[in-house]
C-alpha cells in the first residue's frame, strides 16, 4: 500500500534558522507529493506540490524536490520566522491530489522560538 | 476567495445522539473528500464522492456512519449513533478533476470539531 513516513516532532528552532523536515514515502504507482500546513485551530493549506521526479515545489520561502531514486521529499526553508510555527504534512497522492485521497504522514509539529 | 465550508465548526454531543456534519465545496468541483484527524491515527480518508456519487467508502466504518451529497453544493457525514471514540476533527475537501496533474489540488475546510461524551 502507500504510505508517508515523516520526521517525529516537536521540531524547536530559533529565528532565522535553517529548517529541514525529512519526509519519505512508498507507493504501489507514480504518485505526487505534497506539503500541507497547518495552524492551530484552521484546515490545511496547500504550501507545494511536485507531481514529477525531480520536480521543486516552491512557495512562501519553502522548497522541496522530488527525489525519486530514494523516496524523499524533504521540506525546507533558508530562514525560519515565528510565523512559520505550525503543523506541516507531507501527503501522497496517486494522481494529481483532486482525483484521489491523500496518504498523510503523522504530520511535524515546527516552533519556531524569537 | 473560493473555499470550502463547514458547519458546525464545534460539536459537543451524548453518546447515543445522532451528528450530522455539512460540506460545501469550492464552487465548480466535481469531487468532495471526507477525512478524519486523531491523535492516535492522524488524518484518515472516510469517503470520497465524484460527480456526487460515492466512489470509495472503504475507510468508513459502516455500521454508524454514512456520507452522502443531495446535491452538487451539499454534502454530509452522518454518524448515528455515535460514540466517545468518534471524538475527532472532521475535515471536508474539494477537488476538480481535469487539466491534468499540475492543476488538479485539494482544498480543505476549517474542520468540525467533535467531541462525544
Known amino acids: 500500500g502507500n504510505s508517508v513516513t515523516q520526521m517525529e516532532g516537536p521540531v524547536t528552532l530559533s529565528e532565522e534558522a535553517f529548517l529541514t523536515i525529512n519526509c519519505t514515502y512508498t507507493a504501489t504507482g507514480y504518485p505526487s507529493l505534497f506539503w500541507y500546513v497547518q495552524y492551530p485551530g484552521e484546515g490545511l493549506q496547500l504550501l507545494l506540490k511536485?507531481?514529477?521526479?525531480?520536480d521543486k515545489g516552491s512557495n512562501k520561502g519553502f522548497e522541496a524536490t522530488y527525489r525519486k531514486e530514494t523516496t524523499s521529499f524533504h521540506l525546507e526553508k533558508g530562514s525560519v520566522q515565528v510565523s512559520d510555527s505550525a503543523v506541516y504534512f507531507c501527503a501522497l497522492s496517486l494522481t494529481g491530489g483532486g482525483a484521489d485521497g491523500l496518504t498523510f504522514g503523522k504530520g511535524t509539529h515546527l516552533i519556531i522560538q524569537p | 476567495d473560493a473555499r470550502v465550508t463547514q458547519t458546525p465548526r464545534h460539536k459537543v454531543t451524548e453518546m447515543g445522539q445522532e451528528v450530522t456534519m455539512r460540506c460545501q465545496p469550492i464552487l465548480g468541483h466535481n469531487t468532495v473528500f471526507w477525512y478524519r484527524q486523531t491523535m492516535m491515527q492522524g488524518l484518515e480518508l472516510l469517503a470520497y464522492f465524484r460527480n456526487r456519487a460515492p466512489l470509495d467508502d472503504s475507510g468508513m466504518p459502516k455500521d454508524r456512519f454514512s456520507a452522502e451529497m443531495p446535491d452538487a453544493t451539499l454534502a454530509t457525514l452522518k454518524i448515528q449513533p455515535s460514540e466517545p471514540r468518534d471524538s475527532a476533527v472532521y475535515f471536508c475537501?474539494?477537488?476538480?478533476?481535469?487539466?491534468?496533474?499540475?492543476?488538479?489540488?485539494?482544498?480543505f475546510g476549517p474542520g468540525t470539531r467533535l467531541l462525544v461524551l
Open positions: 475537501a474539494s477537488g476538480l478533476v481535469g487539466g491534468g496533474r499540475e492543476q488538479e489540488t485539494q482544498y
Open positions: 511536485a507531481t514529477k521526479a525531480d
